[in-house]
């Protein structure tokens, strides 16, 4: 995944522009160096699925 692609679709997210976000495990590492940049880090909730699939989601209060 494209370091653009990735800050797209982060910011997509954020937005409500979409729901949720699907990342393959090959495309994992290349997203994830980008959404642990991102300010609003801690408003990601990423969820792991059989396979090595992660399903991320944009929360409205930020983790602990």
């Known amino acids: 995944m494209s370091i653009e692609l990735a800050n797209e679709l982060l910011e997509k997210l954020s937005k409500g522009e979409l729901s949720e976000i ?3 495990k090959e495309d ?3 997203f994830r160096e980008q959404l ?3 300010e609003d880090f801690k408003h990601y909730r990423g969820i792991a ?4 699939l992660t399903t991320y989601v944009y929360l409205e209060e930020a983790r602990s």
């Open 36 to 38: 642990v940049k991102r």
């Open 28 to 30: 994992f590492l290349s």
């Open 49 to 52: 699925k059989h396979g090595g």
């Open 22 to 24: 699907q990342v393959t």
